[in-house]
T-cell receptor
Framework: KAGVTQTPRYLIKTRGQQVTLSCSPI?????VSWYQQTPGQGLQFLFE???????NKGNFPGRFSGRQFSNSRSEMNVSTLELGDSALYLC??????????????FGEGSWLTVV | EDKVVQSPLSLVVHEGDTVTLNCSYE??????LLWYKQEKKAPTFLFML????IEKKSGRLSSILDKKELFSILNITATQTGDSAVYLC???????????FGTGTSLTVIP
């Protein structure tokens, strides 16, 4: 059974640009959540999608957005990139939404560098 | 404010040593606590703990939760170089339905 797949794995962008990251969850999983990981802050929750609806959102500015498709694949977008957006972006999937208490399983992440 | 604190921040041990990693939390309406191992790739799931005092065990790794004192420990016995990684603790709040992560403990095992 394939795990959580994230693309691209590495990317470099310039300040002011935008970026779209993609996540394919484990087959049968319907919840996808996104996290930002930086050395100083650890993993911080961005948002969760379940059945194409955003169920929960962390404390990030509106430049960070996401969506989920009918096949449960998800994308997140960051617009007007800032240097501080450089981080590892991790996607996690679970069978049901996080209110169910299911374990979440992570992808390998997308390393974003903003220059 | 919900928070999860892990200690120590980093640890260097020799192969064969036993280590104990700590995770304390202040999270509204605790639902579960999860441990992950992160090498230079995806964090991999180790344990989920929901009840106090019940030890979860997998090979040389074990973990236990104390909901009264609001902490969990992860023990690794007879450490091997392959145990070198960052160990992450996450707590799920049933109020916010959100996982809160600690910043991790970086473990280095020297041959």
């Amino acid at each position: 059974k394939a795990g959580v797949t994230q693309t691209p794995r590495y990317l470099i962008k310039t300040r002011g640009q935008q970026v779209t990251l993609s996540c394919s969850p484990i087959s049968g999983h319907r919840s996808v959540s996104w996290y930002q990981q930086t050395p100083g802050q650890g993993l911080q929750f961005l948002f969760e999608y379940f059945s194409e609806t955003q169920r929960n959102k962390g404390n990030f500015p509106g430049r960070f957005s996401g969506r989920q498709f009918s096949n449960s694949r998800s994308e997140m977008n960051v617009s007007t990139l800032e240097l501080g957006d450089s981080a590892l972006y991790l996607c996690a999937s679970s069978l049901r939404d996080q209110s169910s208490g299911n374990t979440i399983y992570f992808g390998e992440g997308s390393w974003l560098t903003v220059v | 404010e919900d928070k999860v604190v892990q200690s120590p921040l980093s640890l260097v041990v020799h192969e064969g040593d036993t280590v104990t990693l700590n995770c304390s939390y202040e999270v509204t309406n605790f639902r579960s606590l999860l441990w992950y191992k992160q090498e230079k790739k995806a964090p991999t799931f180790l344990f989920m703990l929901t009840s106090s005092g019940i030890e979860k065990k997998s090979g040389r790794l074990s973990s236990i939760l104390d909901k009264k004192e609001l902490f969990s420990i992860l023990n690794i016995t007879a450490t091997q170089t392959g145990d070198s990684a960052v160990y992450l603790c996450a707590v799920l709040s049933s109020s916010s339905n959100q996982f809160y992560f600690g910043t991790g403990t970086s473990l280095t095992v020297i041959p």
